[in-house]
């Protein structure tokens, strides 16, 4: 049986979850919004408008996943692969990626942190059990 995590890890995972968390439900419901200005850097980033809810329903469904204590690694694993297409994205356009590659950092610092079956799988040192 994987050990509980100690009370500073937890609440550093807690916010190391909810930080990007609150990031991507913004985003998800500026999508949702579809802004003026949403749509045009959507446009700029050489998406159809058409393509603008059905990502952020996609992002909203993604993060509510990983907020839920049972689906929180399936989540995570749905966050990155969203994550990585935001990074080719801004790739392709010649903007900074970097943010989307933070985001995925935190939301796997934060899910190892507060997740027992997680740090059962990815032990911190050989000798862990």
């Not at 985003?27 to 949702?32: F, I, V, Y």
């Not at 952020?56 to 509510?64: D, Q, S, Y």
């Not at 689906?71 to 356009?93: D, E, Q």
């Amino acid at each position: 049986m994987a050990e509980t995590p100690k009370k500073w890890e937890l609440w550093v995972g807690r916010v190391l979850t909810g930080l990007p968390s609150l990031m991507l439900v913004g985003s998800a419901l500026a999508k949702l919004a579809s802004p003026a200005e949403m749509v045009a850097n959507f446009e700029k980033m050489g998406f159809k408008t058409s393509q603008l809810v059905p990502l952020g329903i996609l992002e909203l469904t993604c993060v509510v996943l990983y907020l839920v204590p049972r689906t929180a690694i399936f989540g995570a694993i749905l966050l990155t692969g969203y994550l990585g297409g935001a990074v080719v994205t801004h790739l392709r356009v010649g903007e900074p990626f970097f943010i989307p590659i933070v985001l995925g950092v935190m939301i796997w610092g934060g899910i190892y942190l507060r997740e027992p079956r997680l740090r059962k799988l990815v032990p911190r040192s050989p000798d862990a059990s």
